[in-house]
């Protein structure tokens, strides 16, 4: 199944109480992304979100009522256990989330295993440009957005993070500003949402090669 047409059954659903139209968007986005991934690796979807399949299902049930029968393929299958780079990420996320509740504890795993993607965090989130990511950060990740001031590039940022609790640096330069890489760090993240190529119907088999990697 194409992304759109995923992305458009979640939100075909009735929303329930307590998930507003922007999570509903990022959590199907995600999942459209992941599930299309899925389909042309043979590795099936769950492997692009890092859930189990019954995290995936909890996951519909509560955001996306009805819609475990269209997915139910990916609700039979195993999911991909993190690895430690992931579990580092997820770490980071989870002593960071806003609430600790309910959807932040399947964003976490979304996102720790989409940072593993090759292009820029916002578009391996199915995302329309890195306002929403940033949008989905303060309202989730509000701890971690306000350490984030000088907007990072969010991918490059998390990393980061890692590397500090864990007691050591990529970073050759004391400061930011007096580092070489500071555009690559900090430089803008424009760009084509993969959702929206999908829509397009310019992503066919194998054309991702088209779409930049991000300097991340």
Known sequence: MAAEEVYDQLLATPAPAGWDAFDRHVVAAMVSLAMEEGARSGQGGLAGLG????????????????????LAPC???????????ED???DILRLYCSTGDGIE?????????RCKAPHHL??????????ELSQLMRRHFAPLAEKN???MKWKKFLYRMVCGTEGFSLCTAPVCAE??????????????S????????RLATGAEKDLPLAAE
Do not use: Y
């Not at 859930?51 to 269209?70: H, M, N, T, V, W």
């Not at 609700?75 to 780079?85: H, N």
């Not at 504890?105 to 295993?113: D, E, H």
């Open 51 to 70: 859930l189990s399949a019954l995290e995936f299902r909890q996951l519909l049930d509560a955001g996306f009522p009805g819609a475990a029968a269209s």
């Open 75 to 85: 609700l039979a299958a195993e999911g991909v256990p993190p690895d430690g780079e």
């Open 88 to 90: 580092s990420i997820r």
């Open 105 to 113: 504890q399947w964003l976490i795993a979304m996102i720790a295993r």
């Open 122 to 131: 916002w578009q391996d989130l199915g995302l329309r440009d890195r306002g």
């Open 149 to 151: 001031r000088n907007d």
């Open 179 to 192: 580092c070489d890489d500071f555009a690559v760090c900090f430089g803008a993240e424009d760009g084509e």
């Open 194 to 201: 993969r959702l929206a190529r999908t829509r397009n119907g």
